[in-house]
């Protein structure tokens, strides 16, 4: 399944229903993104995400998930080369998302989030 990936904006809205997350079911992006910092652990909003509805202004209610991912976009332009010192330690790499032939890339949009199982770790472990 190939959906399409929308960046939404602090000022819609998103309707959950039924949910511990939020006392209220309807709250604006911002509202959620501060509620988040209180209750990031005890959602999947990581893993499966958090069922519910988008509304945009101008358009109909939409459904589908809120998931949380990490976006790092570098300021450098190249990473510089340090001479090589010593033994050649091999580093694990991420996989690569591969990007079917007949799209093109948009800057905006994320790639799909990985599958992995999440562990706890530092300061909220």
């Known amino acids: 399944m190939n959906n399409p990936i929308h960046i939404i904006d602090n000022d819609d809205v998103l309707h959950t229903g039924a949910s511990a ?10 509202e959620f993104l501060a509620m988040m910092q209180a209750k990031l652990e005890e959602e999947y909003i990581f893993g499966d995400g958090l069922e519910c509805d988008l509304l945009s202004p ?13 976006e790092f976009s570098s300021s450098e332009s190249a990473i510089p080369q340090v001479p090589q010192q010593g033994p050649i330690v091999a580093v694990p790499q991420f996989p690569n998302i591969p990007i079917p032939y007949n799209e ?20 909220w472990s």
């Open 104 to 123: 093109t890339v948009n800057p905006e949009e994320l790639p799909p989030p990985l599958r992995r199982q999440i562990h706890p770790v530092g300061m």
């Open 58 to 70: 101008g358009q109909s209610w939409k459904k589908g998930k809120v998931k949380v991912r990490l």
């Open 21 to 30: 997350l939020m006392f209220q079911c309807t709250f604006k992006v911002s």
